[in-house]
């Protein structure tokens, strides 16, 4: 099994800044792809930002310049910084990883259980 475990969400008012972290456990052999997604009320998730096993990146148009995610290739772990943050950018946002469990297998899509971020004043 493959857990990811998400923290740092909350309340911030607008044009603070919070920063999410996403922990990666269980039986992973190699992680391929590490990302942030998120979901506002009545809309469906989107994707926010995500880094591959290579370095690159692809981000949402909507956080260009204002979300910065960085990888700590030994522990797993995923780290969103939301900077200039929003009402709009107001989700729950979710950790994601494609990753496999033994050599050759099959890439598996896994998520965290999801953090509410609220930007309100």
């Known amino acids: 099994q493959v857990q990811l475990v998400e923290s740092g969400g909350g309340l911030v008012q607008p044009g603070g800044s919070l920063r999410l972290s996403c922990a990666a456990s269980?039986?992973?052999?190699?992680?391929?792809?590490m990302g942030w997604y998120r979901q506002a009320p009545g809309k469906q998730r989107e994707l926010v930002t995500m880094?591959?096993?290579?370095?690159?990146?692809n981000s949402a148009d909507s956080v260009k310049g204002r979300f910065i995610i960085s990888r700590d290739y030994g522990k797993n772990t995923v780290y969103l910084q939301m900077n200039r943050l929003k009402s709009e950018d107001t989700a729950v946002y979710y950790c994601?990883?494609?990753?496999?469990?033994?050599?050759?297998?099959?890439?598996?899509?896994?998520w965290g259980q999801g953090t509410q971020v609220t930007v309100s004043s």
């Open positions: 994601n990883i494609k990753a496999t469990q033994i050599r050759g297998g099959i890439i598996g899509d896994y």
């Open positions: 880094t591959t096993s290579s370095g690159s990146t």
């Open positions: 269980g039986s992973i052999f190699s992680i391929y792809t």
